[in-house]
């Protein structure tokens, strides 16, 4: 039923459907419409100028949030997703609706990805953007919503982005990004091993390392920005 599919918001795209993302590992899920318009309010509170936005969308899944920013008006949107059948998805939406001159695709791993492109070597900055993009005239915004069972060397997930940003930041001072991170709250439960219920426990010592938190429901929505 295309009723309860994801569609875009706000924009020159405005009511257009997504498809869900493609079955992973027996999951398909997308942000929810109300968490997506949150994110969007707080990305304009931080930049304003959304033709000088380039979209990080860092764990794709669908690819809703990066074209969201491009209806609102982004210069750019980098999807970023392991699996390749939902990777062709987002391309065949993207080139269906005429937009494919402002999106690059990227295979791989999110956390990887947010490394990669955070350091922005010529190489790599050349492989997202494909055409001749000075990052330093724009405004980064790194979205990020990855899996919850996503740990990587017993450090959660929004440990791993923060540090790798952070590390981003004091290398780059020159350009202006913002970080924002979707995950859960304390009170989610979740279906994982213990081990990792455990740390998820550290989110309080992680919340204190973003300037901010919202809530919303079982849902909140971190930010960082450069000082």
Request: net charge positive.
């Amino acid at each position: 039923m295309t009723k309860n599919l994801p569609f875009v918001i706000k924009g020159s795209l405005k009511n257009k459907k997504i498809p869900m993302p493609s079955v992973v590992k027996g999951f398909s899920n997308a942000t929810s419409q109300k968490i997506k318009e949150a994110v969007f309010q707080i990305i304009e509170n931080y930049a304003h100028d959304y033709p000088q936005i380039i979209f990080f969308d860092i764990f794709s899944g669908c690819g809703q949030m990066g074209i969201e920013a491009l209806s609102r008006g982004a210069a750019f949107s980098v999807f970023c997703e392991w699996d390749s059948k939902r990777l062709s998805d987002i391309r065949s939406w993207i080139y269906d609706n005429d937009l494919d001159d402002r999106a690059s695709f990227i295979k791989m791993d999110g956390l990887r990805l947010l490394k990669s492109a955070l350091a922005m070597p010529k190489d790599f900055h050349k492989k997202i953007f494909r055409e001749n993009i000075n990052s330093e005239n724009y405004h980064l915004v790194f979205f990020a919503d990855p899996p919850y069972s996503f740990v990587k060397n017993n450090v959660p997930i929004f440990l791993e982005i923060l540090n790798a940003f952070k590390k981003f930041e004091a290398e780059n001072k020159f350009l202006s990004a913002l970080l924002v991170v979707q995950s859960a709250t304390l009170k989610t439960k979740f279906k994982l091993p213990n081990a990792k219920k455990t740390l998820y426990k550290k989110m309080p010592e992680i919340l204190e390392k973003y300037d901010k938190s919202y809530v919303y429901g079982k849902n909140q929505i971190l930010v960082y920005s450069p000082k």
